[in-house]
């Protein structure tokens, strides 16, 4: 009897399929191919999100919406040209404000979605470890910014010839964004693990987003205590990027995003071992 080379992640369904199940290879189909190995449930639920991200029309929307709002901004509003200054700070001035959207559309239907489904509680008593769907569903989110941020080069590459550009700051910028929208999608999908569906996932991710982004500049040089504006300033998203704005890579910006990133990862896996146990 021969057996299935299939995992059991393999076999779960996508969320925005119509029923079929996703790439599962029966041993016993006629085909007259070799079942295809998928044996790290890690790689197959990253091939599985992005698959279902690249099917996806919101994607190819809030991708579409990013590139010409933040060009508008910068070419428009900020009239980059009448204001005959070599640096690209106020293009990625914006960024951490439109993340406010994009991150919550890209992070919405990670578990909300399964829950809606009623595939998370069949993942969940998988024999898979907790982190490699956890990673699995985080690394394929990355991979989709990271398509996005690419799709800003050409805007960077047009303005290039018309000033001396410093390509330090330019590269700090975007580490900059890359950690603060890592940080995004780490807190976006552990959000998405307490909701039902993508619409409260969205709203959720959003608004709490809006506050660790702009929340510490309303209260900087208020007259709220220092000791309050000190704490506003530590959790906000916004004031740990300012630096890397302004081409600083500062150790301490950095290990502040790389814990966020740790820390809602890690509540995100142990919500789905305590899921397991019930």
């Known amino acids: ?65 990013f590139l010409l709002f933040t060009s508008v901004w910068f070419f428009t509003i900020q009239d980059f040209f009448a204001r005959d200054t070599a640096s690209l700070r106020s293009y990625f001035s914006i960024f951490p404000f439109v993340f406010i959207v994009l991150i919550p559309s890209l992070t919405m239907r990670s578990w909300a979605e399964e829950t809606r489904q009623g595939t998370l509680e069949l993942m969940v008593t998988l024999p898979a470890r907790e982190w490699d769907l956890v990673l699995g569903k985080f690394i394929a989110n990355l991979i989709l910014l ?64 809006l506050l660790v982004t702009i929340a510490e500049g309303f209260v900087r040089g208020s007259a709220a205590p220092l000791f309050f504006q000190r704490i506003m300033a530590a959790l906000s998203l916004g004031f740990h990027f300012e630096d890397f704005a302004k081409g600083i890579i500062d150790s301490q910006d950095l290990f502040f995003f790389l814990g966020v990133i740790w820390l809602f990862l890690f509540i995100n896996a142990r919500t789905l071992l305590l899921r397991k146990w019930r």
């Open 1 to 65: 009897m021969s057996k299935s080379t299939t995992t059991p992640v393999d076999s779960i369904q996508d969320p925005d399929s119509t029923g079929k199940s996703s790439d599962v290879e029966h041993p016993n189909r006629p085909t007259g191919k070799p079942a295809r190995r998928r044996g790290n449930p890690f790689w197959a639920l990253v091939h599985r999100e992005l698959r279902s991200g690249f099917n996806s029309p919101i994607a190819y929307i809030v991708a579409l919406f």
């Open 146 to 209: 990271a398509i996005i941020l690419v799709g800003t080069l050409p805007t960077v590459a047009a303005v290039l010839p018309f000033g001396d550009f410093d390509p330090g700051p330019i590269v700090s910028q975007y580490v900059g964004i890359f950690l603060l929208g890592a940080a995004g999608l780490a807190l976006g999908q552990s959000i998405s693990l307490f909701t039902r569906n993508q619409v409260s996932a969205f709203i959720s991710t959003a608004g709490v987003l």
